[in-house]
C-alpha cells in the first residue's frame, strides 16, 4: 500500500472512531511503528489530525473546545436519555436522602428521568444549573437547593469560588457528574471554573456516578478535575475499550451499560 493511500485510510478511521494508535495502525497496515508516526507527522503537517501520546485525535477535538449546551442538546439525544434512566439504578427503589445533580446534558437526561421520583419521595436535589434548577422547579413537591454564584453562559451553571465554597459545605449522597472527556487520565473539561466546581463536587460527594456517552472516551481537555479512583460508578452507552476498561477496572470503577 502506498503512503497516500495509507493516509486516506487512517483519516476515514479518524472520522469514524474519533482517535488512532500507532500500534493498531501498524498492524492494521503491517508497517513498523516508525512509518507510522511519519504518516501521522505527515497528517499534522497538513491539519489533517492532531498528535497525542501513542497516537493522533480529530483536529476538532482540541483540549479547549467546549460545544454550547445547544450543540450538545443535539448530539446522542436517546444514549444521553438512556444513561440517563440507567443511572437511576444507583438510588434504589426507596431511596431518601440528598442527590447532587452536575450541569450538562447528560445529567439533564438524569434530572428528567428523576422528576417523577420527586413528588412522592423524600429526595433533596441540589444543582448550580439554572437549566436544570428551572426544570425542576416546576416539579410539583420538589425539594430543590440551587446553588449560587456566577453564571457561565456557555453552560448556564454558576461557577467561581463562592460555589465551590457553598458545594464544600455539602456532603449529598449521591452525585451525578457529567464530562468533556473520559480517558485513563481521568476526568476533563475545557474550562478551569468548570473543572474547580466538578472536583468540589467530586470531593463533597459520598458517591459519585459519572454519566457520560462513548463518544467522550479517550478525550482528554485541558484541565482534569478527577482521577479514576475518585469515581465509583460509570453509566454509559458502549462498552470501553481494552485500555480505558483495563484503566477503569485498576480503579475499581463500576461500568454500567445503558
Known sequence: MYATERHE??????AAQGRVSVVELADRFAVT??????????LESIGALRRVHGGAVGRERASTREPSL???RERHGGAKAAIGLRALDALGGDFTGSVFLDAGTTTAAVASALAPRLST?????????????HALAAVPGASLSLIGGRVRGLTAAAVGADTVRAIGALRPDIAFVGTNGLSAFGLSTPDPDEAAVKRA?????????????????????????????????????????????????DADVEVWLS
Open 201 to 249: 463536587i467530586v470531593a463533597a460527594a459520598r458517591r459519585v456516578v459519572v454519566v457520560a456517552d462513548a463518544e467522550k472516551f479517550g478525550s482528554e481537555l485541558l484541565v482534569g478535575f478527577a482521577p479514576l479512583h475518585e469515581i465509583d460508578v460509570l453509566v454509559t452507552d458502549a462498552a470501553p475499550d481494552a485500555e480505558l476498561a483495563a484503566a477503569l477496572s
Open 121 to 133: 419521595e423524600r429526595i433533596e436535589v441540589v444543582t448550580h444549573s439554572l437549566t436544570l434548577g
Open 33 to 42: 511503528t516508525e512509518t507510522i508516526r511519519r504518516d501521522l507527522d505527515h
Open 9 to 14: 485510510q487512517i483519516e476515514l478511521l479518524l
Open 70 to 72: 445547544a450543540e450538545r
